[in-house]
C-alpha cells in the first residue's frame, strides 16, 4: 500500500493491523520487497495487484507491472492467481469499507517461477490465468514500463464509452 496511506493516524493503524506493507510509490521499494520476500518465505501470503495500482478506469487491466513475479522468484514461491469480481470502489481509499457488495472471488492454478525464463514472461502468464478466471479469454496483457503511470488524459479516454469517441 502507498507510504502516504500510513501517515493517517485511524487509516494507519488499520493498515499496519491488517499487514499491509507501505511501500513508496513509482520504482521497486527494497525494503518492502525484503519485507514482503520473508513474509512469503515464511509461508505468508502477500497480495499484489498485477497493475501496482488500483484500476479506476474501465479496461480490463491496465499495464502490468512484474512485482508479483519478482516476489514469487525472489521467495521461490509461486504465484496463486485470483480473479475478485464485484469489490466496490467509489474513487477514495476509504469507499469500500461503505459500500455494500457482493463479492465474488476465483482462485486458479499456481504458477512457479521456474517454469519462465523471466519475471516478465511469468507476469504475463499470471495475467492471462486471471483473464480466463475472468472470462475475459481474448484478453492480451501489456507490460508498464519502470516507471510508466496512467496520465489523466488516459484515465479519461478508457472511461470513454466506444460511441462517445469522436474518432470512430
Known sequence: M???FFANWFFGWFLNETGA???RRGGIDNASVREAVKLLQEGKWVGVLPEGRINTSDQFMMPVRPGAALLA???NVPILPVYIEG???NKTVT???FMPAQVTITVGELIYPNDFESDQAMIVAAVKAIAQLA???D???TLAGKNWKPTPEELAQNQQSPED???E
Open 2 to 4: 502507498a507510504r502516504e
Open 21 to 23: 506493507i507501505p511501500t
Open 73 to 75: 522468484r525472489r521467495a
Open 87 to 89: 469489490a466496490p470502489y
Open 95 to 97: 469507499s469500500p469499507f
Open 135 to 137: 472470462d475475459q479469454t
Open 139 to 141: 484478453y492480451e496483457p
Open 165 to 167: 469517441d469522436p474518432s
